[in-house]
């Protein structure tokens, strides 16, 4: 192994952090490769490395060393970077591929991934793609586009391996044995009746352990679930997360195997939806990504910073009913920011585990009411240890018991809000079929400025004035 190699991958044993991460040098490698022109060099530095790998690097690079990478790779470009490549970035790279290049790295792909792979593009690169399959897989490919986006259809794989439901151990070996065409991943041998319908699976391993003579039925997985081909794929994940499945047969209307779902698609949705989740709390678009570019950022953040400025305005309307109470005693102006930064902080902490609890189906009618009470009884908690530290500090800061006394009311107010809204805006916006992670935030953060100014400056009118 040469001393670059070495450098490629990381030790089995170590600590760090970025033990998965192409170290610096490897990287320096490679664009010193690309630079020379030395074609060899490249594939050789890129050969030991995953397609995700890969592809991570392709994302970090601009597009000038991404093109010039790309075309010096040639031939060597395997289909699977296409699947890790961000979806701004994979267009990108395509257009860039030898249309030759394209066909031999697609034509190695599994039927779920070229649907991944076609979803996102214009119509000239997806036909374009489609035209270099073979005749069944683009009648596969072009059938699973049929179906709704989002669905079990489009996240399925055709091939599929499947067996008589009266088959013994002897022939499904055999039939394995003999068969070219296998998927290059599975997991399960699928038992079916004469009319296609599911009845069972078999795991690989079950058949590998067992005499040739045992018939499959009778090394069936016990648990077994089937999904139809419409069914949303968030759900479809959540099954797999449920019941620990390793893949799972789809079925189309008459209930005939179409195909195939594998824990590494669930994976994926989970990880999706949960990025998706980030995002949406965060006010940045759920498609957001390093790779986009300045008006596609400024384009996707806008709207949010919008609809902040309207929660601002708002909570700004409270405090100018107030203007004159804060024109005689200018300590609130210096206290209102931290009732409202409290409150804020604390119906974030409620909404973040309201919006995950609610994704992963945690959070349901039927225990609804006793996480809000157990919600308010935390802002309470919270709110009276926080008076008691913020009463103190108005005492000892303005020489004002009265301005003590008024703050600490009004941060139990505020918190007891904070953790109400925190977690009854998402409940509320799930009922009312509105995605809580899209629109929570907004409602939270207004309701826990307002309150908390409402409270803070209500409270000193009344006891100070």
């Known amino acids: 192994m040469t001393e670059e190699q070495t450098d490629i991958a990381p030790e089995p044993e170590s600590e760090d952090e970025d033990a998965y991460v192409l170290s610096p040098r490897t990287i320096s490698s490679i664009l010193y490769a690309v630079e020379v022109n030395d074609r060899s060099r490249l594939v050789e530095l890129l050969e030991p490395l995953h397609p995700a790998d890969i592809a991570d690097l392709l994302e970090q690079l601009n597009a000038f060393d991404r093109m010039r990478l790309i075309r010096l790779y040639g031939n060597e470009f395997d289909g699977e970077i296409l699947t890790e490549l961000d979806e701004g970035i994979r267009e990108e790279v395509i257009g860039i591929l030898n249309p030759k290049v394209l066909a031999d790295a697609v034509r190695e792909l599994d039927s779920d991934d070229v649907v991944d792979l076609l979803e996102d593009l214009e119509d000239p690169q997806r036909d374009a793609i489609l035209d270099v399959l073979d005749d069944p897989d683009r009648i596969a490919v072009e059938q699973s586009l049929t179906y709704p986006e989002y669905s079990a259809g489009r996240l399925m794989q055709r091939e599929v391996v499947m067996a008589p439901e009266h088959?013994?151990?002897?022939?499904?070996?055999?039939?394995?044995?003999?068969?070219?065409?296998?998927?290059?991943?599975?997991?399960?041998?699928?038992?079916?009746?004469?009319?296609?319908?599911?009845?069972?699976?078999?795991?690989?391993?079950?058949?590998?352990?067992?005499r040739r003579s045992v018939r499959l039925q009778d090394i069936a997985d016990e648990s077994f679930h089937v999904i139809p081909v419409t069914r949303y794929e968030g759900d479809v994940a959540y099954a797999f997360n449920q019941y620990h499945l390793i893949s799972a047969p789809v079925v189309d209307e008459n209930d005939r195997l179409v195909g195939v779902i594998t824990i590494d698609d669930a994976m994926m949705v989970l990880d999706e939806e949960h990025a998706e989740d980030m995002l949406r709390l965060a006010g940045v678009g759920e498609e957001s990504s390093l790779s986009d570019t300045v008006m596609e950022t400024t384009r996707q953040r806008f709207p949010w910073l919008a609809v902040?400025?309207?929660?601002?305005?708002?909570?700004?309307?409270?405090?100018?009913?107030?203007?004159?109470?804060i024109a005689q005693i200018t300590a609130l102006a210096v206290l209102m920011p931290i009732v409202a930064s409290m409150g804020g902080n604390a119906g974030t902490q409620a909404l973040t585990v309201a919006v995950r609890a609610l994704a992963t189906r945690d959070l349901t009618g039927s225990n609804a009411l006793r996480v809000i009470r157990r919600e308010i009884a935390v802002g309470?908690?919270?709110?009276?240890?926080?008076?008691?530290?913020?009463?103190?500090?108005?005492?000892?800061?303005?020489?004002?018991?009265?301005?003590?006394?008024?703050?600490?009311?009004?941060?139990?107010?505020?918190?007891?809000?904070?953790?109400?809204?925190?977690?009854?805006?998402?409940?509320?916006?799930?009922k009312a079929g509105v995605d809580p992670a899209l629109a929570s935030g907004a409602f939270v953060t207004t309701v826990t400025d307002v309150v908390g100014f409402f409270a803070f400056l209500g409270l000193a009118v009344v006891v100070l004035l």
């Not at 908690?381 to 600490?408: E, H």
């Open 167 to 210: 088959w013994n151990v002897g022939e499904a070996i055999d039939y394995m044995r003999n068969n070219d065409d296998l998927p290059s991943q599975f997991y399960h041998i699928i038992l079916v009746d004469p009319r296609l319908k599911p009845v069972g699976k078999v795991a690989l391993g079950k058949i590998m352990s067992s």
């Open 308 to 325: 902040n400025l309207v929660t601002a305005v708002l909570a700004s309307l409270v405090i100018a009913q107030f203007e004159t109470a």
């Open 380 to 430: 309470l908690v919270n709110g009276a240890a926080f008076a008691v530290i913020m009463g103190i500090v108005g005492l000892v800061w303005f020489g004002s018991l009265d301005l003590g006394l008024v703050i600490a009311a009004a941060m139990v107010i505020n918190l007891v809000v904070a953790g109400l809204a925190g977690i009854g805006i998402p409940i509320v916006l799930e």
